[in-house]
């Protein structure tokens, strides 16, 4: 079956401090995979995205980057997060039947 | 420029009454619309999308959204809300030539009283 793994759930994590979250999907090959943001209040907002092992497309440049070392492997991160790097992280996989499935997501707050 | 808007920050509807969530876009070329709800702290689920076809798209959980091109609304509806539909329901649209870049909409909450 195809699944969408995210971890962890929930993170607390001092301003200044890396930040690294990890996506990964099963049951499927050559996956487009998605980051997205949600903030307290407001829409998903698009990070980046990914077609391919390497392949990374950043739409809002900002203090994260992604990276996708293996097929079936996303991950966000940081070097030094700020206190607007908190809210909701999804990792979302793009069906070829169109729509996604998401993970289910991280609750980042910056302290 | 594409956008997606929900006017409505919050709907209140009475069990057993229908409901309406809201979605206009604006999109060049043709459109890709879904509809997911999220449940408190969790991921997103998909309800429904409309790519081509008929303009009246059933889904998930007794959903069903009508496209209109005219409107450019996709309006999300259901004849007769449970409280388990209280949630918080996006709106999302596909750009691009492409399923795979979507804007979200910044989300209605709906809350379903007994």
């Known amino acids: 079956s195809q699944t969408i793994h995210q971890w962890p759930a929930t993170l607390v994590q001092p301003v200044g401090s890396p930040l690294s979250l990890e996506c990964t999907v099963e049951?499927?090959?050559?996956?487009?995979l998605y980051w997205y943001r949600q903030a307290a209040g407001r829409g998903l907002q698009l990070l980046f995205y990914?077609?391919?092992?390497?392949?990374i497309s950043s739409e809002v440049p900002q203090n994260l980057s992604a990276s996708r070392p293996q097929d079936r492997q996303f991950i966000l991160s940081s070097k030094k997060l700020l206190l607007s790097d908190s809210g909701f992280y999804l990792c979302?996989?793009?069906?070829?039947?169109?729509?996604?499935?998401f993970g289910s997501g991280t609750r980042l707050t910056v302290v | 420029a594409q956008s997606v808007a929900q006017p409505e920050d919050q709907v209140n509807v009475a069990e057993g009454n229908p409901l309406t969530v809201k979605c206009t876009y604006s999109v060049s070329g043709n459109p890709y619309l879904f509809w997911y709800v999220q449940y408190p702290n969790r991921g997103l689920q998909f309800l429904l999308k409309y790519i081509t076809g008929d303009n009246l798209v059933k889904g998930s959980y007794g959903f069903e959204a009508e496209f209109n091109k005219s409107q450019t609304s996709f309006h999300l509806k259901k004849p007769s809300a449970l409280v388990s539909d209280s949630a918080l329901y996006f709106c999302?649209?596909?750009?691009?030539?492409?399923?795979?870049?979507?804007?979200f909409g910044k989300g209605t909450k709906l809350s379903v009283k007994p």
């Open positions: 049951g499927t090959s050559n996956p487009n």
């Open positions: 999302a649209v596909g750009y691009g030539g492409s399923q795979g870049n979507l804007i």
């Open positions: 979302a996989w793009e069906k070829r039947s169109g729509g996604y499935t």
């Open positions: 990914s077609v391919g092992i390497g392949q």
